[in-house]
C-alpha cells in the first residue's frame, strides 16, 4: 500500500514538469491592440493590417481589435499598457518612439522596460535624397560641400529625437561634417522644403520617396538597410558610399502588459512568428518597402537595452536635454 | 489629356450610378460629422478605410472626397446656431453666424454658408482642375519665411478683429499665443508649461478650446438671468428662414474673397483652413463699407469664411494630387488611402490614372450641388432645433460640448480643460474680452514661432532672410499697414477735427 | 455694485501675473540653440510684450476710475453663472464615476429644475430623455464612445 503510494508520488512528480505545457494559454474574448496615434497614423495603419491578416489567415479563434489611445506624445498609449498589468488579452504596437521619448521627457511615468516584450516585427529603411538637380552625384560629394561649409548645408526631418536627426548625428560624428537640421512636423512639408530648394538633403522612406524619385524630381544618393533594397539595385548602402556608421533602424513590434503570464507570451510569438511566414505578411511588407525584422521576446529584451543606450548618447550629442 | 475631354470623361465616370451613390454617401457622412463638433472628417475617412478595400479606388475616392469637403458645409450648422464650432474652421463663422441667429436671421445665416460654400467650393474645384501644376510649382517656392509673413498676416487681422479695446484684443491674442506654445518643442523636445502632465505634451486641442472659450462661455453668460426671453428668436415663414436678395447682394465680394483666398491657402502644404477663414473674414472687413458692424451679425461675414474654408479643400487637393504631397491631415489620410489601394501618388499620378483624377474632379462638382440641395431643405429642420426652451437647449449644449471634446482623443482631462475654457471664455465675455483673437493666436502661434525658427535656421540667425524673399516681404509690408491702421485712423480723426475746428 | 474698470485692473493684474510667469520659465530654457532660436525665445517676448501691455490696461483702467461708472457688475447674475459652471465640473467629475449618461441626466435635472425653476417631473423627464437621446446618437448610432461608469453605460 505505500509502495503504491509512494510510487503514485514518484510518478506525479516526474509529471508536473510537464504540466506548463499542459496548461496553454488560449483567449476567451477579443483582443485588444493599442496603439498610441489616431486612426490613419503609421502604428494604427500597421495594427489594422495586422488583425486583418490575422483574420483573413485563421491565427486565432477570438477578434483583434484595435484601440487608440493617442496623445502625450505617445506617453498616453504606454501609461495605459502599464495600467493594464496582468491582462494577458491586451497587447501593444510600440515604435521606436516607445524608447526614445522617455529619455527626453521629465513626464514619461513609464518606459518599455515596464512593458513585457513579445516580439519585433519590421525594421524601416531609409534613403538619403537631393533634389534631382542638385549638384552632389554621390554621398561623398555632399559630405565634401559639407566639409568646406560647415553649418551651411541643410537637411528637412522631423524633430531632434527622430531617425533623420540620429542618422545626421551619427553621420556628421564619423565624417567630421557639419550641416544643419531643419524640423517640420508634417512629411508634406519636409518634402515641399526640398523639392523648392529651400533645403539640401533628407532622410526619408523609400516608400514616400518612389514616386519623387520615378518622376525624376529626386535623385538617391544611398540607402540606409540592413539588407539592399530590391527598389534599389545601384544605389549604394551607407557603408559602400563610404559612411560606415551603426545601423540604427526605425523600429515597430509588439509588447504586452507587465505581469502576464509566461505561456500567453509564447503564444503571441507563436502567433506573429506564424504570421510573418504567411504571404499576406510577405507581401505587406514589400509593398510597404518594410525589412523583416523578426526577433522574439528575449532578443527583443537585449535589443531595447542596446538601442536606448545608443540613442541615449546621441542625443546627449544632438545637444537634447537627457532625463534617464 | 487636355482639359475639356478630361472633363467630359471625368463626367461619364462621375454619373455612373454607382459611384453617384458613392458620392452621395460621401457627402452626407460628411454632412453628419461636419455638424458633430470634435468627430472630425480625418478620423472617419480612417475609420472607413478597411471598408474600401473592396471598392473601386475611383468610388472609394470620390466617396472619401465627399466626406471631405462635405463635412464643410456641416461645420457651419452648429456655429450658427449654438455658438459651437463643428469644427476648426468654423470658428470664424460663429462670430457673426451666431450673431445672425440672435436677430432671428439663422435661416439666412445658414442659407448663406450653404450658398457661399457651393460657390466656393465649385471655384475650387474649377481652378483645381485648370491650375494645378502650375500653381503645384510656386507653391513649393513657399517656405518658412513666406510662411512667417502669412501668419504675421494673420495675426495683424487681431487689428481689425478688435472692436472697442485694441488692448484687451492684443492681451487676448497674446493668451492665445501662449496656450499654443503648450507642449513640446519641435526642435529641441522640450517640453513647455505641462506643469508635469503628459496629457499636454502633444499641446492642447484646438477644439477643446473653441468648444469651451465660445460655446460653453456663452451658455454660461446666458444662464446669468433666470427669466430670459427665447435667446434666439425663432424664424418664422418661408422669408425668414432663407437669406433675402440684400443679404446675397451684399455677400458678392464676399463670395469672390472666400473662393480665391481659400483655395490660394489651401494649396500651401501646413497652412489650414482656419487660417483662410480668418483671413478671408479680415479681408472683407477691411474693404467693407460699414466695418464695425461685423461682430454683430453681417452676411459677408458669414460668407467669406465659409466659402474660404470650403475652397481651401480644393486648394488643398493640389499638392497632394499633383505633386503626393500632403497638406494637412485630412489629406494626409487620403494619401494614405491611395497608397493603400496600390496607386502611387506623387508627379505622376495624374498621367498615370487619368480616370480617377477626372473622375473625382468631376464627382467634386456633382458632390457640391448635392450638397447644396441636401443643406437648404434641411435649414427649416435645424432652425427648429431653437424652439427648445432655453432650460433644455443648455443642457444640451453643454452635452455636445462634453461629447465634442471627449470623442478628440477619448480623454477626461480634455474634459477637464474644457470646464477651464468655458469658465475663461465666460469671464472674458464679462470683462469685455474679445475671444476672435485668443483662437486666432492659438491658431497661428504655433505655426509662426515654427515658421520664424525654421526660416533662422535656414539663414543662419539672418533676419533679413525675411524681407529679402520677395513673396515674404510683402506679405510683411502689408502686416505692418494693417498694424499701423489704428495709428492712422487716429491721425486722421484728430486732424479732421483740427480742420473743423478751424473752421 | 463695481464698474469694468475695476474689472480691468484685476485682470490686468492677473496677466500681468501670467507674463511675469512665461518670462520666469522662458529665462530656464534655451534663448538660442545651436541651430537657431530655442524653445524660450518667443515666450520670452510675447511674455515681456503680456506684461506691458497688461500694465498699459491696468494704468488706463485706474485713471478713469472715478470718472468711468461703467457698466454696473450684478452679483447674483453672476453668482448663477457660476453655478452652472460648478454644476457642470462637477457632472465632468461624476462622468467616470457615473458614465456619461447618468451625469448627463442629472445635470441637465438640476439645470432645468433647480436653476429654471421647472417642475421637479418635467426636470427629470427632460433629463431622462436628453440622455437618452445622446446615448442613441452617440454611441449606437455614430459609434463614438462615451465615458462609462459602475453601471456599464
Not at chain 3, 139 to 142: G, I, M, S, V, Y
Given at each position: 500500500m505505500t509502495r503504491t503510494l509512494v510510487a503514485a508520488l514518484l510518478g506525479a512528480a516526474l509529471l508536473t514538469p510537464a504540466a506548463p505545457v499542459l496548461a496553454q494559454f488560449k483567449p476567451t474574448k477579443p483582443i485588444e491592440i493599442i496603439v498610441h496615434t489616431g486612426p490613419g497614423g503609421g502604428a494604427d495603419v500597421l495594427a489594422r493590417f495586422i488583425a486583418q491578416a490575422v483574420e483573413k489567415e485563421k491565427l486565432a479563434s477570438v477578434r483583434m481589435q484595435v484601440n487608440n489611445k493617442s496623445g502625450g506624445g505617445g506617453l498616453t498609449a504606454m501609461n495605459y499598457v502599464v495600467e493594464k498589468k496582468g491582462d494577458a488579452h491586451a497587447i501593444a504596437i510600440f515604435t521606436g518612439n516607445w524608447l526614445t521619448n522617455p529619455l527626453t521627457?521629465?513626464?514619461?511615468?513609464?518606459?518599455?522596460?515596464?512593458m513585457t516584450p513579445v516580439v519585433r516585427l519590421v525594421l524601416e529603411p531609409a534613403v538619403v535624397v537631393v533634389k534631382a538637380d542638385a549638384p552632389y552625384k554621390t554621398l561623398r560629394d555632399f559630405i565634401d560641400a559639407a566639409k568646406k561649409q560647415p553649418g551651411q548645408l541643410k537637411q528637412s526631418g522631423g524633430s531632434i529625437t527622430s531617425r533623420d536627426n540620429v542618422i545626421r548625428q551619427l553621420m556628421m560624428k564619423q565624417t567630421g561634417a557639419n550641416w544643419a537640421f531643419i524640423s517640420f512636423p508634417g512629411g508634406g512639408e519636409r518634402i515641399a522644403a526640398l523639392l523648392g530648394g529651400h533645403v539640401n538633403m533628407m532622410v526619408i522612406e523609400p516608400q514616400e520617396a518612389g514616386e519623387h524619385i520615378r518622376a525624376g524630381n529626386m535623385r538617391v544618393l544611398a540607402q540606409i538597410a540592413e539588407k539592399p533594397l530590391a527598389a534599389f539595385p545601384k544605389v549604394p548602402t551607407l557603408k559602400e558610399a563610404g559612411v560606415d556608421i551603426p545601423y540604427v533602424p526605425q523600429v515597430r513590434g509588439v509588447v504586452a502588459p507587465p505581469g502576464i503570464p509566461q505561456d500567453a507570451v509564447a503564444y503571441y510569438e507563436d502567433l506573429f512568428a506564424r504570421l510573418s511566414k504567411t504571404a499576406t505578411w510577405r507581401k505587406y511588407l514589400e509593398d510597404q518597402q518594410f525589412e523583416d525584422g523578426f526577433q522574439r521576446s528575449a532578443e527583443l529584451s537585449q535589443f531595447f537595452d542596446q538601442f536606448t543606450n545608443r540613442m541615449r548618447e546621441i542625443l546627449k550629442d544632438a545637444g537634447a536635454k537627457v532625463v534617464r | 489629356m487636355d482639359v475639356l475631354s478630361g472633363l467630359i470623361h471625368g463626367f461619364s465616370v462621375a454619373v455612373a450610378p454607382a459611384n453617384l451613390m458613392w458620392c452621395f454617401v460621401g457627402c452626407f457622412l460628411g454632412t453628419v460629422v461636419g455638424i458633430m463638433p470634435g468627430l472630425g472628417p480625418a478620423a472617419t475617412i480612417a475609420m472607413l478605410l478597411p471598408l474600401t478595400f473592396k471598392m473601386d479606388p475611383t468610388s472609394a475616392i470620390i466617396m472619401l472626397a465627399g466626406i471631405y469637403y462635405g463635412a464643410k458645409y456641416g461645420g457651419s450648422t452648429t456655429s450658427i446656431l449654438l455658438n459651437v464650432p463643428g469644427e476648426s474652421a468654423s470658428v470664424v463663422t460663429c462670430l457673426d453666424g451666431y450673431q445672425m441667429a440672435r436677430k432671428g436671421r439663422a435661416g439666412a445665416a445658414l442659407g448663406i454658408a450653404a450658398i457661399a460654400s457651393f460657390i466656393a467650393g465649385t471655384v475650387g474645384v474649377i481652378a483645381l482642375m485648370l491650375i494645378s501644376p502650375p500653381l503645384a510649382k510656386v507653391a513649393l517656392s513657399f517656405s518658412s519665411p513666406e510662411y512667417f509673413a502669412l501668419m504675421a498676416l494673420g495675426l495683424a487681422m487681431v487689428v481689425l478683429l478688435a472692436g472697442k479695446s485694441l488692448v484687451k484684443a492684443l492681451l487676448a491674442m497674446l493668451v492665445g499665443l501662449w496656450i499654443a506654445s503648450i507642449g513640446t518643442d519641435l526642435f529641441t523636445a522640450t517640453s513647455r508649461f505641462t506643469f508635469g502632465h503628459s496629457e499636454l505634451l502633444d499641446g492642447v486641442d484646438f477644439v477643446i478650446v473653441a468648444i469651451g472659450v465660445f460655446a460653453v462661455g456663452e451658455v454660461l453668460g446666458n444662464m446669468?438671468?433666470?427669466?430670459?426671453?427665447?435667446?434666439l428668436p425663432v424664424p418664422k415663414g418661408l422669408r425668414n428662414l432663407l437669406p433675402t436678395v440684400e443679404e446675397l447682394k451684399a455677400c458678392r465680394f464676399a463670395f469672390l474673397n472666400g473662393s480665391i483666398v481659400g483655395f490660394l491657402i489651401g494649396v500651401l502644404p501646413g497652412a489650414g483652413s482656419t487660417i483662410a477663414s480668418f483671413i478671408s473674414y479680415g479681408i472683407e472687413k477691411a474693404v467693407s463699407k460699414h466695418p464695425e458692424k461685423f461682430g454683430t451679425g453681417v452676411p459677408e461675414g458669414v460668407a467669406a469664411p465659409e466659402g474660404a474654408n470650403n475652397s481651401e479643400t480644393g486648394g488643398a487637393l493640389v499638392p497632394m494630387l499633383t505633386l503626393g504631397i500632403p497638406g494637412s491631415s485630412t489629406t494626409a489620410i487620403l494619401l494614405a488611402a491611395l497608397i493603400l489601394w496600390g496607386l502611387k501618388p506623387g508627379p505622376l499620378m495624374i498621367q498615370d490614372n487619368p480616370n480617377l483624377f477626372w473622375g473625382l474632379v468631376a464627382s467634386m462638382y456633382v458632390g457640391n450641388v448635392m450638397l447644396l440641395v441636401l443643406n437648404i431643405p434641411l435649414i427649416p429642420l435645424f432652425a427648429q432645433i431653437l424652439r427648445l426652451p432655453v432650460e433644455l437647449l443648455y443642457p444640451i449644449i453643454f452635452g455636445i460640448s462634453m461629447v465634442g471634446v471627449y470623442s478628440v482623443s477619448g480623454s477626461l482631462f480634455d474634459v477637464w480643460m474644457l470646464s477651464a475654457f468655458g469658465l475663461l471664455g465666460y469671464l472674458m465675455r464679462k470683462l469685455d474680452y474679445p475671444s476672435a483673437p485668443l483662437i486666432l493666436g492659438l491658431v497661428l502661434g504655433d505655426s509662426m514661432e515654427r515658421a520664424l525658427r525654421q526660416s533662422l535656421m535656414m539663414s543662419q540667425g539672418e533676419l533679413g532672410i525675411l524681407v529679402s524673399r520677395p513673396i515674404s516681404a510683402v506679405m510683411l509690408g502689408l502686416a505692418v499697414l494693417i498694424l499701423l491702421l489704428p495709428l492712422f485712423r487716429r491721425a486722421n480723426a484728430w486732424r479732421v477735427r483740427a480742420l473743423e475746428e478751424n473752421g | 455694485m463695481k464698474s469694468v474698470a475695476n474689472g480691468d485692473v484685476v485682470s490686468g493684474g492677473v496677466l500681468a501675473g501670467l507674463g511675469v510667469f512665461v518670462v520666469l520659465q522662458a529665462s530656464r530654457w534655451d534663448y538660442l540653440a545651436p541651430d537657431g532660436p530655442g524653445p524660450g525665445f518667443f515666450p520670452l517676448w510675447y511674455g515681456l510684450v503680456l506684461i506691458a501691455l497688461s500694465l498699459v490696461l491696468m494704468i488706463g483702467a485706474l485713471r478713469r476710475r472715478p470718472a468711468d461708472s461703467g457698466h454696473a457688475v450684478h452679483w447674483n447674475e453672476v453668482r448663477r453663472a457660476l453655478l452652472a459652471w460648478a454644476a457642470l465640473t462637477v457632472a465632468i467629475g461624476f462622468l467616470n464615476v457615473l458614465g456619461f449618461v447618468v451625469s448627463f441626466a442629472l445635470l441637465t435635472f438640476f439645470i432645468v429644475s433647480i436653476m429654471y425653476r421647472r417642475p421637479l417631473g418635467f426636470g427629470l423627464a427632460a433629463g431622462l430623455a436628453s440622455a437618452a437621446a445622446f446615448y442613441l446618437v452617440f454611441?449606437?448610432?455614430?459609434n463614438v464612445a462615451l465615458p462609462t461608469g459602475l453601471f456599464g453605460f
Open positions: 521627457q521629465a513626464e514619461a511615468k513609464v518606459t518599455i522596460k515596464d | 446669468e438671468q433666470r427669466e430670459a426671453p427665447q435667446v | 454611441p449606437l448610432a455614430l
